[in-house]
């Protein structure tokens, strides 16, 4: 069994009030591992139709993401996992103080920070002949804002362990109809690099994990059929798999990695 020396680490992650997404695997994984979990998400009101969403597909997703988090909070408690959690908005600059403030209150800092929480437009408009200001702000304000800021604050609190995973997406250089997204990912991983050159000498890695498909309760049958013939290794990518990859950056074993961009994508977008 690999030990990848997370006992007693404290990690913050956003966007982990769905129980099928990345962020909720990643909380469940360093559980696990003894690490102290605090975990942050918001509430995103998008209409569903709840006769639909006891199958995987946008409605299962919108619901998983304008609920709470209690049943992502249920399975830590299972696994007998000291945790905190909190409804916050990481575009926010006050917000982010508080998230910060509320992790140091309980368990005195914060040894690595997954930045996870995302936005993205889910009506058809974010293409050059659809696209809105408001599409154009609600993306940059969540995934470069709010990760910058997220990012910012952790750099000034550092202590003597620091490790940042950043969540891209494996298109974020090239994704036609979802064109603000991919930008303000592929801006994310330009971060990445730059903030890793920038906070080495702390002893601070930094480095950014681009996921293919993954099933996050989003994808119905349909497009699992549609998407499967574009990933080489013919399968969806699951939480899991992004989980396992954040965990060991996020540990010692890494300890000489930094400004990378990995893709666990089975090999879609290389």
Not at 4 to 28: E, K
Request: charged share 20%.
């Amino acid at each position: 069994m690999v030990d990848y020396g997370l006992n007693d680490r404290v990690v913050l992650i956003t966007g982990a009030n769905n129980p099928q997404g990345i962020g909720a695997a990643a909380a469940y994984a360093f559980a696990r591992e003894g690490a102290k979990v605090v975990l942050v998400y918001k509430r995103l009101m998008r209409a569903f139709d709840e006769k639909k969403t006891g199958q995987n597909g946008a409605d299962r997703y919108f619901m998983a993401n304008a609920g709470n988090a209690h049943e992502v909070e249920s399975r830590l408690r299972a696994l007998k996992a000291d945790f905190l959690c909190m409804e916050s908005d990481i575009a926010d600059e006050a917000a982010v103080k508080g998230i910060y403030a509320a992790a140091k209150e309980r368990y005195g800092r914060v040894d690595i920070l997954v930045n996870n929480a995302a936005d993205c437009d889910m009506d058809g408009l974010d293409s050059i002949v659809s696209l809105t200001r408001q599409v154009i702000d609600d993306t940059f304000a969540v995934n470069v804002r709010g990760s910058l800021l997220m990012m910012r604050e952790f750099v000034q609190q550092h202590g003597d362990y620091g490790r940042i995973i950043n969540l891209s997406t494996d298109a974020a250089q090239f994704f036609p109809g979802q064109i603000t997204y991919g930008a303000s990912k592929a801006t994310l991983e330009a971060l990445t690099r730059s903030i890793a050159l920038e906070v080495a000498a702390y002893g601070i890695t930094v480095n950014c994990v681009a996921p293919g498909p993954t099933q996050t309760g989003w994808i119905d049958t349909e497009l699992e059929k549609a998407v499967i013939p574009l990933i080489p290794l013919r399968q969806l990518i699951q939480p899991e798999d992004i989980a396992d990859t954040v965990l060991f950056l996020a540990g010692a074993r890494a300890k000489m990695i930094t400004g990378q961009v990995i893709k666990v994508s089975g090999g879609k977008a290389l």
